[in-house]
């Protein structure tokens, strides 16, 4: 038999691959048998080796050699391939090959014998080098796509520290060893728990949870107790249902109204009408819906008997609500209104020429300047006009600069010309006005505020204000949060672009430069703050109070115009510019502001407006039913009772003293 110097052990039963071949180069060296046993040997040779083959088996019953597995076949052939460098070869006659077939082959070839030219022959074809790479790039392929698991060396080194460490050493090993798959649990539970935070809803974790069945709880009358709140500054309660559904109707859905629609959906108890019908109880649209307005109840402006103050203690069970507003003689109302975003002010806010009137006649009754904080402002009707000809007097030697504005449209800053000089201007109008083609009956003329800038450009501050008139009580809000406005282009007095002048979204998007100094040219509330902190201004206690005021006396300008309705509201924009020396100017009003983000600040900064809004006009009025689906409770996440509207005007104390004002000009 054939001895080999790679192992003494038995040959090993193991699969082999279907059509692969496996090589095994072995040192050949002389028998010790017989010449006839050697001849019996060689003719039974091949036909024993056919016998292992089909039984899919490496084992050959002899004293001396056997076979392994592929990967320690090459393990093997490695290290005879160092041993040739060690110049062993040199001691080798012959070499001998076995092939081993796999079970499916068809063929049947006897063993090959080679001398060791062959032998050097398929070793330059077949280098082992080029294996052992090729192996190695598999196993990188194997790490990069993650389907290569190391073994852990845990069982290894129990193994070993149990035979040769002392008995202390082995018993503190065994308890870190312990603690080891212990900690792999509690990352594959940490990883199984945001899995499963992903997939199960909210309302399963409620239904499976006691302590967030008692936050959702706490939650809810949280949210009942601010509503509670609001309705009694309106000496209103509204009963609240068990499960009720209201509907709305959105006139227009286009880019203007995405934000209201995601803040409807969040209120379930609010299903949207496909059509526009009678029996809807909330109407949003761009325009005013006279039919709606024609529909309510008339309040007289100022009613002494609703001239009081209630303040509601802390309750939260509706049962106690109920009874603290029959104690406290509160109004209660059905919920069955219908309610509007506008209230009846088109002839003032969207008429320029009606909302200087109403300025300035404030003015004169307070025994205020005219240009306190409203610019120097004229309406223009036609060229015999006194206030005209005395503009051109007194300012024809100036060469500030002027707008002259439409006096019958409104938010069109496409149609306002600025002008260098009073010459400008007046060579303007007089065209103007002599042309019968024109689309304006009148032209305001203002006088243009030089600006404070922001980083070498002008900036505005965008306001907004809520209007509510509910059970006969007007109260006017102050959006604390305010934001601003920056142009794309550096400040210049001698530019007349209006990307220079003009801060609005419609013209600032026209520039290839909007978006580039700031996201959407939008800056919010912390960045003013931020940038006035280098001149030492608190923009918070300086600023915002001074805008507060302006905002006041405009709507005090306006009240006494109003027809109070009951279930409206209205949302004003206010656009507001800082001079050189940091004062304050109302530049111009917007009755229908748009709500189209420019950025996700934007976004971000609307939707609180609008849901701040809809808190105190459509949750007063219809608050959130008493029993929330499971399915629904996940959904009292997204209401959030922090209030950032500040009463700025309420009708029970500020009407009384504004008709005795007016009433003293009328006789």
């Known amino acids: 038999m054939f001895q080999s110097s790679l192992s003494h052990k038995k040959l090993k039963q193991i699969d082999i691959r279907k059509n ?107 280098d082992l080098v080029k294996v052992l790479h090729e192996m190695n790039k598999r196993r990188q392929k194997y790490i990069q796509k993650e389907q290569f698991i190391p073994r852990s060396p845990i069982p290894l080194l129990k193994r070993q520290n149990c035979i040769y460490l002392d008995e202390p050493q082995v018993e503190k090993l065994s308890n870190q060893i312990k603690k080891l798959p212990m900690i792999k649990e509690q990352s594959v539970l940490n990883n199984t728990q945001k899995d499963q935070k992903d997939i199960q809803s909210n309302c399963q974790k409620l239904s499976g949870h006691g302590n967030l069945e008692e936050q959702f709880q706490s939650k809810l009358n949280c949210l009942q107790q601010f509503i509670f709140q609001l309705q009694c ?28 629609t995601q803040l409807m959906k969040k209120r379930w108890w609010w299903c949207e009408s496909p059509e526009k019908s009678d029996d809807v109880q909330f109407y949003w649209s761009l325009k005013l819906n006279s039919q709606i307005l024609q529909k309510q109840k008339t309040h007289i402006l100022f009613d002494i008997t609703k001239k009081r103050v209630v303040n509601p203690i802390i309750i939260n069970n509706h049962e106690e609500f109920l009874k603290f507003s029959q104690e406290s003689k509160l109004t209660i109302i059905q919920q069955n209104c219908r309610i509007h975003n506008h209230i009846d002010l088109y002839q003032i806010f969207n008429l320029k020429k009606n909302l200087i009137k109403c300025i300035y006649t404030f003015q004169t009754l307070t025994n205020e300047e005219l240009q306190q ?30 707008l002259v504005k439409p006096g019958e449209q409104n938010n069109n800053n496409n149609q306002i010309k600025i002008c260098q000089n009073t010459k400008q201007v007046s060579d303007f109008i007089i065209s103007e006005l002599k042309n019968s083609n024109r689309r304006s009956d009148t032209f305001i003329i203002q006088q243009y505020i030089k600006p404070f800038l922001y980083q070498k450009r002008k900036f505005d501050i965008y306001a907004y204000i809520l209007i509510t008139s509910i059970n006969g009580i007007v109260r006017v809000y102050f959006y604390d949060e305010v934001i601003g406005r920056t142009s794309s282009k550096e400040y210049s007095d001698n530019d007349l672009d209006p990307l220079t002048h003009f801060t609005n979204s419609q013209i600032q998007k026209e520039s290839k430069s909007f978006s580039l100094y700031e996201s959407g040219n939008k800056l919010s509330f912390y ?127 500020d009407s009384e003293i504004l008709l005795e004002l007016y009433q003293k000009e009328i006789n």
């Open 20 to 126: 692969h071949h496996y090589y095994l180069n072995a040192p050949y060296q002389i028998s010790i048998l017989s010449p006839e046993q050697q001849k019996f040997e060689q003719q039974n040779e091949s036909a024993n080796s056919q016998s292992t083959y089909q039984n899919n088996s490496y084992t050959q019953y002899t004293e001396d050699l056997y076979f392994r597995k592929h990967s320690k076949l090459f393990r093997d052939l490695r290290s005879t391939s160092n041993q040739s460098n060690n110049n062993q070869l040199n001691d080798i006659n012959q070499t001998f090959i076995f092939r081993i077939k796999s079970k499916n082959h068809i063929q049947e070839e006897p063993l090959i014998l080679d001398n060791l030219g062959q032998r050097e022959k398929d070793k330059k074809t077949k």
């Open 373 to 402: 904080y409203f610019p120097y402002t004229i309406n223009v009707a036609n060229l015999q006009d006194p206030q005209f000809n005395i503009y051109q007097i007194k300012y024809k030697l100036t060469n500030s600069l002027w």
């Open 527 to 653: 960045k003013l703050q931020e940038y006035f902190n280098q001149f030492k201004i608190n923009f918070k206690e300086i600023i915002i109070p001074k805008l507060k005021m302006i905002a006041t006396n405009l709507f005090k300008s306006i009240f006494t115009q109003m027809i109070l309705r009951d279930f409206n509201f209205e949302i004003i924009g206010l656009n507001f510019i800082l001079d050189t020396a940091l004062k304050p100017w109302l530049i111009d009003t917007n009755l229908n502001p748009s709500f189209i983000p420019d950025c996700p600040y934007h976004q971000k900064f609307l939707t609180q407006l609008l849901d701040s809004v809809f808190q105190h006009t459509l949750d007063l009025l219809y608050p959130p039913p008493l029993n929330w689906p499971l399915n629904k409770k996940q959904l009292i996440e997204n209401f959030n009772i922090q209030d950032r509207f500040s009463v700025i005007f309420d009708s029970r104390f």
């Open 233 to 260: 500054n309106y000496l209103i309660y509204v009963k609240q249902s068990q499960v009720r559904q209201q509907t709305y109707f959105i006139e227009e859905i286009n880019l203007n109204e995405q934000i209201i």
